[in-house]
């Protein structure tokens, strides 16, 4: 956990980076956590760890719906014709 700058204490973050909401437990922020890398290690498009990544680094550009992100990444892993290995 974090400490905000006014002193008070932030949200808990899971794995992924996000602040969890104050009623979630512990094991709920770890299965997110869970997900999250299981997405990660299969290749599969993770929204949430891109709305983090867009809000941390892009805060003002706008951000992609979930349906627009996945077509996004399906075009981005199979669109450039053929098998590739980077």
């Known amino acids: 956990m ?3 700058r006014d ?9 992924d980076g996000t602040a969890s909401a104050p009623g ?3 094991l709920r922020v770890r299965m997110r ?3 999250s890398a299981c ?4 290749g599969l498009p993770d929204y949430d ?6 809000a941390q680094r892009h805060p003002d550009a706008p951000v992609l719906s ?3 992100f996945c077509e996004r990444e399906i075009e981005r892993k ?3 014709g053929g098998m590739r290995c980077c």
């Open 49 to 54: 760890r891109y709305l983090f990544h867009a």
């Open 78 to 80: 199979y669109g450039r």
């Open 39 to 42: 997405r990660q290690i299969l």
């Open 24 to 26: 979630e437990d512990g």
């Open 2 to 4: 974090k400490a905000q």
């Open 66 to 68: 979930r349906a627009a």
């Open 7 to 15: 002193g008070a204490a932030a949200l808990p973050e899971a794995a």
């Open 33 to 35: 956590g869970f997900c």
